[in-house]
């Protein structure tokens, strides 16, 4: 299996706090990936990382910031958490550059609850 | 836009073969991967098709035909440990990965 741990792996937490959430890989993979799952939903990607210090947004980026300082590390903030962010949120890896196959190794989520 | 299309869920006896389809619209494609997600845990590969026709691997199949958007995974001589969500998920031009709402696959005995 991948290295790749999440932490906290539960949080509760209350409306209009801020909230990081930490990915941590030891297979020095170049990508990284955010996404949050809810139901009825695929997977939907938050931010996304191609090295240390470059990222870029996904589809669902408003509300969250990302930072990558170290090839190992890939922080998820929720600058001021809200309800509609209640979800499990899955950090994932991947080796390849774009262009080639890039299969994705998951972590084994945050499961957060914004009351 | 882009689009994903799987059936919500499923129903298999153990020992039989299921078929889980998945259509698919987006801007551009460069392959298709399959991922099986037990209830509670993390989205793990089960098969990736860049090229049209049928890629086995074990008990488990996957098909794609590009032209049609259109692709299928088998399922073989299921097992109870086969009940779990499989992802549909092509990859568009940008290399994103575009996930469906997924397949819940139960398997009764």
């Known amino acids: 299996d991948a290295g790749i741990t999440q932490s906290p792996r539960h949080k509760v937490t209350e409306t209009g706090t801020p909230v990081t959430l930490r990915c941590h890989q030891t297979?020095?993979?170049?990508?990284m990936y955010w996404y949050r799952q809810d139901p009825g939903h695929g997977l939907r990607l938050i931010h996304y990382?191609?090295?240390?210090?470059?990222?870029d947004k996904g589809e669902v980026s408003d509300g969250y910031s990302v930072s990558r300082s170290k090839t190992e590390d890939f922080l998820l903030t929720l600058e001021s958490a809200t309800s509609s962010q209640t979800s499990v949120y899955f950090c994932?890896?991947?080796?390849?550059?774009?262009?080639?196959?890039?299969?994705?190794?998951f972590g084994p989520g945050t499961r957060l609850t914004v009351l | 836009g882009q689009n994903i299309d799987q059936p919500t869920e499923m129903t298999a006896t153990e020992g039989a073969i299921v078929q889980i389809n998945c259509t698919y619209q987006?801007?551009?494609?460069?392959?298709l991967f399959w991922y099986q997600q037990h209830a509670g845990e993390a989205p793990t590969f089960l098969s990736y098709?860049?090229l049209d026709g049928l890629e086995e691997k074990g008990r488990f199949s996957s098909f794609l035909s590009r032209s049609k958007g259109y692709s299928y995974l088998l399922l073989k001589e299921l097992q109870m440990k086969d009940s779990a969500s499989y992802l549909c998920?092509?990859?568009?031009?940008?290399?994103?990965?575009?996930w469906g709402a997924g397949t819940k696959l139960i398997i009764k005995p």
């Open positions: 098709n860049v």
């Open positions: 990382s191609y090295g240390v210090k470059d990222t």
């Open positions: 297979e020095n993979h170049r990508y």
């Open positions: 998920a092509p990859m568009d031009s940008n290399y994103q990965l575009i």
């Open positions: 987006t801007s551009g494609f460069n392959g």
């Open positions: 994932a890896i991947s080796e390849s550059d774009p262009g080639s196959y890039n299969e994705q190794f």
